[in-house]
């Protein structure tokens, strides 16, 4: 792709919008008040706000490899924290989607340098749902469950933070699981129920 390609892109985006309200980006710049943060996966084939057909401004967006919510990773935290706390969203979705290449990585056994003790993390949800996993004889549906499982427990992890605890005790804050079907387009809501998990783990992770 030429970088060239994308600026003039971005110049008719602008005189698209523009040409449809002439204070669109005015009251873009006023702030940002989104309903929903999101959390999904960095591969460039999934994009958050065109697969859930929204607009800039509705959705507070957090990205990595296989849309992880690992309690050590600051950036994760730091975002959680802002959009619960100060942009008050009052959903949170963890987002993957099927043929994932770092769900499939981390099943590999080879050595990926860096990126080891990032898949770990889902090494961990495999592990933990190895008797499922392993009684599924095709590697690829193997490996879309694995996707649906570390969608559960990203929210599991998303969870557990004090920050969502207070907003769901305070105004209801609800998480979701939603996975990303790249074959048909279609988003599918795994229905995890939230309330029943959060009764689950609360013995352990409640937070006053």
């Known amino acids: 792709m030429e970088l060239e390609k994308i600026f003039k892109n971005n110049k008719s985006w602008v005189e698209e919008k523009l040409n449809v309200d002439s204070n669109y980006f005015n009251n873009l710049s006023k702030?940002?008040?989104?309903?929903i943060l999101y959390i999904g996966c960095s591969d460039s084939r999934v994009t958050a706000e065109e697969l859930m057909g929204?607009?800039?401004?509705e959705a507070f967006v957090h990205r990595n490899i296989a849309n992880m919510v690992?309690?050590?990773?600051?950036?994760?935290?730091?975002?959680?924290?802002?959009?619960?706390?100060?942009?008050?969203?009052?959903?949170?979705?963890?987002?993957?989607?099927y043929f994932c290449g770092g769900v499939k990585a981390a099943m590999q056994s080879q050595?990926?340098?860096?990126?080891?003790?990032?898949?770990?993390?889902?090494?961990?949800?495999?592990r933990i749902h190895k008797e499922e996993l392993n009684d599924i004889k095709d590697e690829d549906q193997r490996y879309n469950r694995?996707?649906?499982?570390?969608?559960?427990?990203?929210?599991?992890?998303?969870?557990?933070?004090?920050?969502?605890?207070?907003?769901y005790r305070d105004r209801g804050l609800t998480v979701h699981g939603w996975v990303f079907d790249i074959h048909s387009g279609k988003l599918i809501d795994l229905k995890i129920d939230f309330e029943k998990t959060l009764e689950h783990i609360m013995e352990i992770y409640h937070l006053d």
Do not use: F
């Open 70 to 97: 690992p309690n050590t990773d600051l950036s994760a935290m730091s975002v959680i924290d802002y959009a619960v706390l100060h942009l008050k969203v009052n959903h949170v979705v963890v987002c993957g989607h």
């Open 31 to 35: 702030g940002q008040s989104p309903e």
């Open 111 to 126: 050595d990926l340098g860096i990126l080891n003790p990032w898949l770990r993390n889902i090494r961990d949800v495999y």
């Open 54 to 57: 929204i607009s800039p401004g």
């Open 146 to 167: 694995l996707v649906e499982l570390n969608v559960q427990e990203q929210c599991i992890n998303v969870i557990k933070t004090a920050e969502v605890q207070r907003a």
